[in-house]
């Protein structure tokens, strides 16, 4: 089980608990505003990114080229920008900190 925090663009705080899945699906069921999963967690809009805190971003796992090119397509990349669909929920995930991107 995994407790992950996400912060919202008004920097509402959601703290939401999984064992499985992506953290987008997560986000979607616990209705964390500004992830919105458009493609279904196909890695096609982005429509999910957020910004791993820095301590967290090597355990989110390796960004695969397809991820890389859908987050070129956005203004707001950081060097710790995900796309949460493409990050696997893990017992390694417990107590992350995501911000919402723009």
Known sequence: MAKITFITQENETIVAEGDSGSVMELAVENDVDGIDGNCGGVCSCATCHVHVAPEYFEKTGEIE????????????????????????????????????AT
């Open 65 to 100: 080229e397809f991820e890389k090119d859908m987050l070129e397509l956005n203004d707001n990349v950081t060097e710790h920008s995900r796309l949460s669909c493409q990050i696997e929920i893990s017992e390694e995930l417990d107590g992350m900190e995501l911000r919402v």
